[in-house]
């Protein structure tokens, strides 16, 4: 089945940048959707960005557009989210999660989670 693996977590300080990988496995579609979820405590799990094979495109939620950037290494299979000037707010558990569709899809296979601090 589908197997992800988050990495590229820890301590920043504000304005700083991180740069998260998620390594992946296990499609047997070429219509696939990767998405970045994170959830700071007390708060409830929020997507961050998805890229879809099925549009084309890629997609970010408003509060990091600008800042966020999603890329891929297909010779890698793995997907990067490039983070610049991070913020407190951004302090959250990041989590990588696949979909055998669309963005708009359910998500339903999950990588563990990476810790990312954004603190002075």
């Known amino acids: 089945q589908v197997q992800l693996v988050e990495s590229g977590g820890g301590l920043v300080q504000p304005g700083g940048s991180l740069r998260l990988s998620c390594a992946f496995s296990?499609?047997?579609?070429?219509?696939?959707?990767i998405g970045w979820f994170r959830q700071a405590p007390g708060k409830e799990r929020v997507g961050v960005s998805c890229?879809?094979?099925?549009?084309?495109?890629?997609h970010y939620t408003d509060s990091v557009k600008g800042r966020f950037t999603m890329s891929r290494d297909n010779a890698k299979n793995t997907v990067y989210l490039q983070m610049n000037s991070l913020r407190p707010e951004d302090t959250a558990v990041y989590y990588c999660?696949?979909?055998?569709?669309?963005?708009?899809?359910?998500?339903?296979?999950w990588g563990q989670g990476t810790q990312v601090t954004v603190s002075s």
């Open positions: 999660a696949a979909e055998i569709g669309g963005c708009s899809g359910d998500f339903g296979s």
């Open positions: 296990g499609f047997t579609s070429d219509y696939y959707a």
């Open positions: 890229i879809s094979t099925t549009d084309m495109r890629t």
